[in-house]
């Protein structure tokens, strides 16, 4: 295993040795892990801002191609270290090794399809409108313009997530690929994890010569380092995933700095899935398998956890739910990422059986142990879903609540009772979904995704995905946070106008050496 | 003349015929100009922004074709009127009849713009990554992404343009591109004008046979009627240009609301003029000139206007001062847009011109009556500009500051002092720009837009255009109001995973029936 330090990351230089504060929690054990990790001080938070602002200037400005090596060397190092995070990562977070052998395959593949596009360099959507000093009244210019990196970006490691959403995650890759410098906030809930990758970092950056404050980690309190990372004046941007209450208090900093910042905040969703009678009827305990495996998968403990299943009482729905209580009642327990997460998922599945509104149908085996989680099935009635907007909180865990209703009407009421969702799922035959189009319509104004016959969990990385979705699901219904669309998170477009050629950003150069897509005069070409 | 009839537009309705509040005044006379407009109530409000709300479920899935004719019938019904316009818009903004009959050339040539840019479709951005069922470990599904409206969209006229950033804009133009609908807020300083524009747009409602909703237009007090424009939970997104503190009372409120929503304005810029020594030494008469012409374009009411010129005090800058003097003392006065614009540029300037270290060094003629401004030049250190931060206010009206400094290093300062601006420029001889590539650098992180030998007045609507830059010049320094790029604005990008074609949007489907540019498989075909 390489060395953990227990320290920061300010720059090229480690950060001061305060008293250790952070500690790894062995969720499965309590046991606290070592090193522990002090807080950074303020001084150190503020030079790692301006450091990131100093290297701004000159990554800023840096080529795709030099970007794209960048990325690639930091997926390198980080497949490197595969053992070492693969041990130390499920100490930390009670995922199998096998979860974060995949996790660290799709994080540095994220980093190389972010390399890619930072080489090809067409995002920059690049546009020349040429003079024509002739035209009367008054000649026309000549106006170019592309997408310009926005500055040093603050990246808040998500718990559920030790690689993919974390130091070198899709934020931090979106950020790097356009060419901002990044400040990341380590989660307390893996700081091992955390450093591992930041060291991979760290040593990619120096090996490819670029300023050392193009990365840097900081340790610290959740709400303070937080807070004031956001409303540091030199960073310009952050992109966040966790909890509404933090995500929401985050915004509100963000919005209130005396230059507000764009703030990209993933906060929650319950992933809506409707399944039509005639599906239903096709294949009932295969839907019924499907679905149990998705709201278990990870222990429940994805954004995209299907939390809400609705089904027409109309239709014989019986054996599906006794399908789906008999395998969440033998679904072994796990153990969930941290004690917060376990005791929240605890007085929320408690509160839910409580409700007076709502049926208990099956629990899930769980030891009476740290964090041991088990498996819930609730079920209640659309009026009942629609008069207690409580049921409509997302309980972040492995289940879900069944919710009947009596025909089309109820069913697209539900639907525009939602708030917004990371996503929405139909289950359908074709007569079904050919029935059901104002569904899909309605479904498609309040999420970033809509599936259809298939589970919402398994966000697949790839150009057309869009992890995102009308608040409250995020902060910014116009961004994503998986997919290469998410480059645009970090950038502004820039005119430049009148310009020598030989002053103008090689990507708007009359000649096009770099032999990218532009729109020249409104065509693209 | 059409008929004016004092009443907003509420869907295919007139808004209720309340007491008379708002008149147009004729700035130059003071007169009080017929009908007097009610404002709406808050039932009234409601009504427009649900109208809206119902509009958008059919407005927001047309095609890019029918928005086309949409767009075009908009600005054919613009140009009928456009002597009723030309009539009008003077008495009520003092504005000469051939500005607005430019202006009135240019906003129709804006909505033809957006509906080239809605009928070709490819703004939509569509991207599809096909599935690979034999992927492992797991299956790769198909995922394909467009851009789709936000939903009903506030727009809030400017006083400045009563034509090309009102009624029927760029943000209404952008808008109803990309299938939004649009709630109007007229402006008081031009009711007339307002509403001449907004039965154009009505009438093309009805002839497109597009549901009522797709179009309102309110008037009202600016703070009462605009806010609960921009709280009611139906709107989605909002466009307004205005002062900074307006701007930033709205932004607060998009930001609070339950749902927090985008929110662009257009806020303040004084817009800087670097003047460098080979360009003065070449060519310092026709500087003085060409900055004299666009500094009193349009009475400076522009929010492009040149308030700032720097130049080097070891060149020899007198000759260039004193042409400028004469040309400002020698320029007549002239009307501004209302008294509350007229009385802020007086006080402002009066400010300027008591601060101890600002030399006043001309000012043009103005008659002492209703509303004449006269051009104004000021002169000061940049040592005093960076001791005092008033000197780098906005003063909206014909005058500039002209700023001294004792060399580069000053001026880079200078420069990284400012706040963010929509634009700034530089004048140089090749050798000079060659020079000073730092200075264009730091320019580029802080603006806009970057003009080279030209002035920044006169901002041409064309695909590549970026008006806009970072906060305070706007609320959102991402977006633009100007060209093009500004449908994006309005959309976000929405994911089909697992769709059969029948069932996706045209621009998804396999077979590419509309013929646009898509992404397919990471590649831009």
Redesign the interface.
């Known amino acids: 295993m390489a060395d953990l330090t227990g320290r920061s990351i300010i720059g090229s230089q480690a950060g001061g040795g305060g008293e250790p504060s952070i500690f790894g929690i062995n969720p499965a054990t309590g046991e606290s892990l070592q090193p522990g990790y002090a807080a950074v001080s303020e001084s150190e938070l503020d030079q790692a801002a301006e450091l990131a602002a100093d290297a701004f200037?000159v990554f800023?400005?840096s080529t795709g191609a030099a970007r794209a090596a960048f990325l690639r060397e930091i997926a390198n190092n980080i497949e490197a270290i595969g053992d070492d995070l693969a041990k130390r990562a499920p100490q930390e977070t009670g995922l199998p090794e096998g979860r974060i052998r995949?996790e660290t395959g799709r994080t540095c593949g994220q980093l190389r399809l972010f390399a890619?596009v930072a080489e090809e360099d067409?995002w920059v959507d690049a546009?020349?409108?040429h003079a024509d000093p002739g035209r009367e009244?008054?000649p026309?210019?000549d106006?170019?313009?592309m997408e310009?990196p926005?500055?040093p970006v603050a990246v808040f490691c998500a718990s559920n997530f030790p690689l993919a959403f974390s130091v070198a995650g899709g934020d931090t890759a979106a950020a790097l690929a356009v060419g901002c410098s990044v400040v990341v906030k380590a989660h307390h809930s893996h700081p091992g994890t955390a450093e591992l990758v930041g060291q991979a970092v760290s040593t990619a950056v120096r090996d490819c010569d670029l300023p050392e404050g193009t990365f840097s980690l900081l340790y610290g309190p959740g709400r303070e380092t937080g807070s004031a990372l956001v409303r540091h004046p030199a960073i310009k941007a952050a992109g966040f995933t966790g909890s509404r209450a933090g995500g929401q208090a985050l915004?509100?900093l963000a919005?209130e700095r005396p230059?507000?910042i764009?703030f990209y905040a993933e906060m929650s969703s319950i992933n809506p899935v409707f399944i039509l009678p005639g599906a239903l009827a096709e294949r009932s305990e295969q839907l019924a398998t499907g679905l149990h495996g998705s709201m278990t998968l990870g222990v429940g403990q994805f954004c995209t956890n299907p939390g809400l299943t609705i089904l027409d009482g109309n239709a014989d729905i019986e054996p599906f739910v006794a399908k789906l209580a008999e395998l969440v009642g033998g679904s072994p327990g796990a153990t969930m990422l941290n004690p917060g997460i376990h005791s929240a998922y605890g007085s929320g599945a408690d509160a839910l059986g409580r409700n007076e509104a709502v049926e208990r149908v099956a629990l899930g085996q769980a030891e009476d142990s740290q964090c041991q989680a088990g498996a819930a099935l609730f079920r209640t009635s659309a009026d009942a879903f629609l008069g207690d907007e409580s049921l409509a909180s997302e309980l972040f865990g492995p289940s879900t609540l069944v919710l009947t209703h009596d025909g089309t009407d109820k069913m697209l009421a539900l639907a525009r009772s939602l708030e917004?969702q990371l996503t929405a799922t139909v289950h359908g035959t074709?007569a079904d979904?050919?029935a059901n189009?104002e569904l899909?319509?309605v479904l498609?104004?309040r999420?970033?995704?809509?599936?259809?016959?298939?589970f919402p969990t398994?966000v697949?990385v790839?150009?057309?995905?869009?992890h995102?979705g009308?608040?409250?699901a995020t902060?910014?219904?116009?961004?994503?946070s998986v997919g290469t669309?998410a480059i645009h998170r970090f950038?502004?477009?820039?005119?430049?106008?009148?310009?020598?050629d030989a002053?103008l950003p090689v990507e708007l150069q009359e000649g096009n050496p770099l032999g990218i897509?532009r729109?020249i005069?409104?065509k693209?070409t």
Chains 1, 2 share one sequence.
């Open positions: 200037e800023g400005k995949m890619s067409s546009r020349i409108d009244p008054v026309k210019p106006v170019r313009s310009r926005l500055g915004m509100k919005a230059e507000p764009p917004g074709e979904l050919e189009r899909l319509d498609e104004g999420v970033g995704r809509v599936v259809i016959n298939g398994g697949e790839c150009h057309a995905m869009v995102g009308p608040f409250p902060s910014d219904g116009r961004s994503t669309r950038t502004r477009a820039v005119c430049y106008q009148g310009f020598p002053l897509r729109m005069d409104g693209s």
